[in-house]
């Protein structure tokens, strides 16, 4: 046993989704555990550790949730690959845990029987054994320990039961086992095999399970209005409509503290420092710049815990179900809601949301259309435009026109997302659609302890990922609109001398056609670090002084210099220009291509062009000149 | 066998006297059992269908499985949700297509 001091044994989580696999990794390693991603893939990897009580040390492994070893998406071949240690960089591990939903075993005992073929030694956790219990369902462990040739573990994840055993079995595992792995005899199973493996898996199962005398009769009943098809989708909507009140209304307060704190940071370095470029890189290009990110933390941390909430519950894969048909329609799948519907926050986590689809194609749809969903970002933005040029009037007795071009810039937003989703389709993957066979899990309550944990590992991962990739971007934005300075006593602002500004004035003339004036050119370069920084920028162009009622100010000088078409029109830009750096960095690190954020780039700034064109044009001849 | 002539759904020419239809033809409440899982070609999947006969095994539809149709989506009755022995799974009409079922039998769902 001298190697195992110098490299600490290692299992590997394997199970169906829904198994509760996530709750027993936590159970396991606590609070020592480490997300990263798979080299050269972007599947996440979470690792963490185990002290067993003689206290030996032991690395644990969660790999994807699978139904076989035969992959179907990355994240499926990233479990295959670690199992059969073919996966870069890894080494293989030492054992395996099977997790299992002790309620539901008939698929799982199929993924047991192809697991054992793999040369491991495997310890099968019967995890939600309570539940089993409480159902009446009797298992016969030690026939079933026989038949399957595994030890078994009965655990409750969420209540720390029988993590000893589990702990123990894998310690004698390891020990006895330890590199002394098998070669693998796996191969991918034909149609035929899995027929057999599953006519083997159900004789087993009615040897050794008998049914429940007090079958679950929840799921039933909810399923029963849930998904029907009225009450249904009446209940998505207003899921929906909740979480995006909450989203914008709870997380209001913590942005404002988030941007106050950053102001004072910027405001604490700016005295510290002489006046000059460091200072204007700290406090204008990496303060500013990262807290006009940071304040969006808060909403994906609430949108995150909805989601989570949602997931754990078992309601996502029925919202999946019934939006599957529009989003069809539209070549999406049924599992890119989520990761759109996150894009409403932000497109950043959103887009790093789309690790949950299988397919490839389906991803990089779900991908390229993303952006096109309102971010909070643009908020500010549409806010500022439609307070200084829509009258703030009432139709109809209730409807305020402010708030219905509001609506209609979101709604603008969802149906180009849809229709440019059908065009990709159309013409990238000739109309090839992605089969959707999806588990409706049995509902269960969710666990405060796992919901918060998965919470603050999203939001780290926002802030580590995405922080990153910002920064660079930040600062590359801030070198561009500060660089060169203005010479003394130039007139006008110091941006109009800037590389920024050089990019507006030599922009001019093709922006000039949609109605945009070389000040709103000059706001769109730093606007690209992220959309409501145009905002600023404008106010800068403009010279109207920062501080509260600046916003108010900036509002009147708009309104003073802009036609109403120019204001139309730079709304309709802002529907579906990539003025992000930060989403085409991450879109380039998720999909490891220039391709992509070059398309994505190449496609919104077509539209933008050609919206913002149709809308000035309608406009001025409608008078708005 | 007298269940059979209550089964007015399309049945195709299949040479069996058990009343067999397409898990995708069947309508809300129609329960049966799986004989046949077999994926045909229809030009739009993007994967071939040994693959979708795989995927269809794997997640337990597979010859002599019970099913019973749940629910259907709200526009075009598609995506189905049907009970799969103890199981839930949701699936769109045209992966649906593959399974066949027998419908003459009662299972006890």
Same mark, same amino acid.
């Given at each position: ?499 920024? *500004?050089?990019?507006?004035? &030599?922009?001019?003339?093709?922006? !000039?056609?949609?109605?945009?004036? /070389?000040? +709103? =050119?000059? @706001? #769109? ?19 109207? *002084?920062?501080?509260?009622? &600046?916003?108010?100010?900036?509002? !009147?000088?708009?309104?003073?210099? /802009?036609? +109403? =078409?120019? @204001? #139309? ?41 050609? @919206? ?14 | ?109």
């Amino acid at each position: 046993m001298t190697d195992a001091a110098i490299a600490p044994a290692r299992i590997a989580l394997v199970g169906n989704p829904n198994s509760g696999k996530t709750a027993l990794f936590n159970a396991l390693t606590g609070s020592r555990q480490k997300v990263a991603n798979y080299a050269g893939v972007t599947v996440e990897r979470k690792e963490g550790a185990l002290i067993t009580p003689s206290g030996r040390r032991i690395a644990v492994l969660d790999l994807p949730g699978t139904y076989s070893l035969r992959a179907r998406s990355p994240d499926e071949e990233v479990t295959r690959d670690a199992v059969l240690g073919r996966l870069a960089g890894e080494t293989r591990p030492d054992a395996i845990i099977c997790v299992a939903d002790a309620t539901n075993l008939r698929l799982v005992l199929r993924l047991v029987i192809e697991l054992t073929q793999v040369g491991l030694p495997i310890v099968l956790a019967l995890n939600m054994y309570d539940i089993a219990q409480r159902q009446g369902l009797e298992i016969d462990l030690d026939k079933l320990s026989k038949e399957l040739g595994v030890p078994i573990v009965t655990t409750v994840a969420t209540r720390k039961r029988g993590i000893e055993d589990l702990v123990s079995q894998v310690e004698a595992l390891t020990h006895a086992d330890h590199h002394t792995g098998m070669e693998s005899g796996w191969r991918e199973p034909s149609a035929k095999e899995l027929r057999a493996a599953h006519l083997n898996a159900e004789r087993i199962l009615k040897a050794c399970v008998k049914p429940p005398a007090r079958p679950d009769t929840w799921t039933g009943r909810l399923d029963d209005v849930l998904l029907n098809p009225v009450a249904g989708i009446l209940i998505l909507l207003a899921i929906l409509f909740f979480m995006f009140q909450a989203v914008f209304s709870w997380a209001q307060p913590v942005m404002d503290l988030i941007s106050s704190a950053f102001t004072l940071l910027g405001q604490g370095v700016g005295h510290l420092l002489p006046d000059g470029m460091l200072r204007s890189l700290l406090v204008d290009g990496v303060i500013a710049g990262v807290g006009s990110i940071l304040v969006f933390l808060p909403q994906i941390m609430i949108l995150f815990f909805f989601i989570i909430l949602l997931e754990d519950f078992g309601y996502m894969a029925r919202a999946a179900f019934l939006i599957d048909r529009i989003m069809g329609g539209a070549g999406l799948h049924g599992r890119a809601f989520i990761p759109l519907l996150s894009s409403f926050a932000c497109a950043i986590p959103g887009i790093m949301a789309t690790r949950v689809i299988d397919h490839r194609r389906d991803r990089l749809t779900t991908i390229l259309v993303a952006p096109l969903m309102t971010c909070s970002a643009r908020i500010p933005v549409y806010t500022l435009i439609i307070s200084a040029f829509i009258p703030n009037k009432t139709l109809w007795g209730w409807v305020s026109l402010q708030g219905l071009v509001m609506f209609g810039l979101y709604g603008a937003g969802i149906v180009s997302a849809l229709v440019v989703a059908v065009v990709i389709r159309k013409i990238f993957w000739r109309g090839a659609s992605e089969p959707f066979i999806m588990e409706l899990p049995a509902y269960k309550l969710p666990d405060p302890m796992n919901v918060a944990r998965s919470v603050f590992q999203r939001g780290a991962i926002f802030v580590q990922r995405a922080g990153t990739i910002i920064l660079s971007m930040m600062v590359l934005i801030w070198f561009l609109s500060t660089v060169p300075g203005a010479p003394a006593g130039a007139p006008g602002p110091a941006i109009n001398y800037s590389f920024a *500004g050089m990019i507006g004035h &030599a922009m001019l003339p093709i922006l !000039a056609p949609i109605g945009f004036s /070389w000040q +709103m =050119a000059v @706001a #769109l370069v730093p606007g690209m670090a992220a959309r409501e920084v145009a905002v600023g920028a404008l106010a800068t162009v403009y010279s109207v *002084g920062g501080g509260e009622g &600046a916003r108010g100010a900036l509002g !009147a000088n708009l309104a003073q210099h /802009w036609s +109403m =078409a120019s @204001a #139309l029109a730079f709304l309709a830009w802002y529907v579906f220009a990539p003025q992000c750096a930060s989403t085409l960095g991450v879109v380039k690190r998720e999909t490891n291509s220039w391709l992509w954020p070059a398309l994505m780039f190449g496609y919104m700034i077509t539209l933008a062009y050609i @919206a913002a064109f149709i809308v000035y044009h309608v406009a001025l001849a409608l008078g708005g000149g | 066998m007298n269940a059979s002539s209550s089964v007015t759904l399309e049945t195709q020419a299949v040479p069996s006297p058990l009343a067999l239809i397409r898990l995708s033809d069947a309508r809300k409440g129609v329960s049966g059992r799986v004989v046949k899982v077999g994926a045909e070609d229809d030009g739009y999947g993007a994967i071939e269908p040994d693959e979708l006969e795989r995927r269809l095994l794997e997640m337990g539809f597979v010859e002599g499985a019970r099913i019973k149709l749940l629910y259907e989506g709200f526009i075009g009755r598609d995506p189905i949700a049907v009970r799969l022995d103890d199981m839930r799974v949701a699936l769109r009409r045209r992966e649906a297509r593959g399974v066949w079922l027998d419908v003459t039998t009662e299972p006890a769902l």
